[in-house]
């Protein structure tokens, strides 16, 4: 069982910056899978950027080129630096991790609102 802290949410105005951080509880394995998601006002929970054991990541074409996922296997955490932030990416950020024989895990989420 792994548990997931998240921090790093707030209010900010449109065009702004945060930093998310994820740290998870157990060992982090450099074969886990590490994803954000996000659920806003009126929709289900959606893939916001994943990165993979070889670093490699993959982003929803809503934030490409605005935000920017990240891990610290050593630091056992995951990071989503958001920048150019819009008022619709207002929502409840989640961290997920994915090991590779099965488990998944989720944080409690940490609130993003972007004003205009």
């Known amino acids: 069982q792994a548990n997931l802290v998240e921090s790093g949410g707030g209010l900010v105005q449109a065009g702004g910056s945060l930093r998310l951080s994820c740290t998870v509880s157990?060992?982090?394995?450099?074969?886990?899978?590490l994803a954000w998601y996000r659920q806003v006002p009126g929709k289900q929970r959606e893939l916001v950027a994943r990165?993979?054991?070889?670093?490699?990541?993959n982003y929803a074409d809503f934030v490409k080129g605005r935000f920017t996922i990240s891990r610290d296997n050593a630091m056992n955490a995951v990071y989503l630096q958001m920048s150019n932030l819009k008022p619709e990416d207002t929502g409840v950020y989640y961290c997920?991790?994915?090991?590779?024989?099965?488990?998944?895990?989720w944080g409690q989420g940490t609130q993003v609102t972007v004003s205009s």
């Open positions: 997920n991790v994915k090991r590779n024989w099965g488990p998944e895990y």
């Open positions: 157990t060992t982090m394995f450099s074969t886990d899978v």
């Open positions: 990165i993979f054991s070889t670093y490699a990541s």
